[in-house]
């Protein structure tokens, strides 16, 4: 019987639960539907606020973008006035430059005319771009297109400045260079003078030698003044020129002050055969073919010519030995 007690209670408190849980979804429903508008009405504010916030944003990044774009193409067309106006330029207009630097700083000076009136026509647009706030997507568009073409024009007057330097440090390399091959020819001349004054030769083939790699460094001179261009293509050459006459005066007095040791010798040797029991006739007549050998070899160094003396030497001692 307490079984059946217990029983009721539980059913009869699963329905007032029931009925209470009923109750109040009914009255939340009638609330919601009642208050329907209210609700929709917060919803759509919170979006309108949301796609403000959106648009506010990208007007700002416009906004910063366009700036940004607008001091780079300030700072690149300050950088290209100052490259047409650079001393390099006005020395053309001066007529201090010739040849190819002449050439190639001219056409310099064109392209960087071409991007002169660029800058001008983009900062044109630039002043007159301006972000629509309720035409975002066009200022957008317009604000992307500016921004390639400024890059692209930035672009370009870096590749003036590139092309610029290119040039000044070529023109500097010949210019600095101009001093060390002076310094190097007047070096090699004054050992050719010594010698000639040492050997008492008048060297006339090593002084046209010599003439040959004067006229090449005053052109080289010359040339780097007015060209540095020009002249940094024979830099090559005039340093092998003048290595050449370097190397031969060094060989040509290495020659004579054997020639002397072997002149001593010669006569040293000569009077040891005399003293030999052979007849006069026959030392006459290697004699005479040694003094033939030694002046035919003296003429030559007297010329400033190479001379093979190891040759030479071996001929000699050949006769004079009677091989």
Do not use: P
């Not at 000044?168 to 070096?187: A, D, H, N, P």
Request: glycine share 4%.
């Amino acid at each position: 019987m307490g079984n059946m007690y217990s029983s009721d209670i539980e059913g009869i408190t699963e329905r007032v639960v029931e009925d209470a849980l009923s109750s109040f979804l009914g009255r939340a429903i009638d609330l919601i539907f009642a208050h329907i508008g209210w609700i929709l009405l917060a919803i759509a504010i919170l979006c309108v606020i949301a796609l403000i916030s959106i648009l506010m944003r990208i007007f700002r990044n416009m906004k910063k973008k366009l700036k940004y774009i607008k001091q780079l193409m300030n700072d690149k067309s300050v950088e290209l006035n100052r490259l047409i106006l650079s001393e390099v330029i006005q020395d053309v207009q001066k007529g201090l430059v010739e040849g190819k630097t002449k050439s190639e700083l001219e056409k310099l000076e064109r392209e960087m005319l071409l991007s002169h009136h660029e800058v001008d026509q983009i900062q044109n647009r630039l002043n007159e771009c301006e972000i629509n706030y309720f035409a975002l997507m066009a200022s957008s568009h317009t604000v992307d297109v500016l921004e390639d073409d400024v890059i692209a024009l930035a672009e370009q007057i870096d590749a003036h400045m590139t092309a610029m330097e290119t040039i000044k440090s070529i023109t500097k390399t010949s210019t600095s260079f101009v001093e060390s091959v002076q310094l190097r020819y007047t070096e090699i001349s004054e050992k050719i003078e010594g010698l000639k004054e040492s050997s008492r030769y008048l060297l006339e083939n090593l002084l046209h030698h010599q003439e040959q790699a004067e006229q090449l460094v005053q052109k080289f001179v010359q040339s780097s003044r007015f060209d540095g261009m020009k002249s940094q293509k024979e830099i090559g050459k005039i340093s092998m020129e003048l290595d050449t006459l370097l190397q031969r005066t060094l060989r040509l007095e290495r020659n004579i002050n054997v020639f002397q040791e072997m002149k001593k010798r010669i006569t040293d040797h000569t009077e040891d055969l005399l003293s030999r029991e052979t007849s006069q006739l026959e030392h006459d007549q290697r004699r005479n073919k040694v003094e033939e050998m030694m002046g035919k070899v003296e003429s030559q160094l007297r010329l400033g010519e190479d001379v093979d003396l190891r040759t030479v030497a071996t001929d000699i001692d050949n006769i004079l030995d009677g091989l």
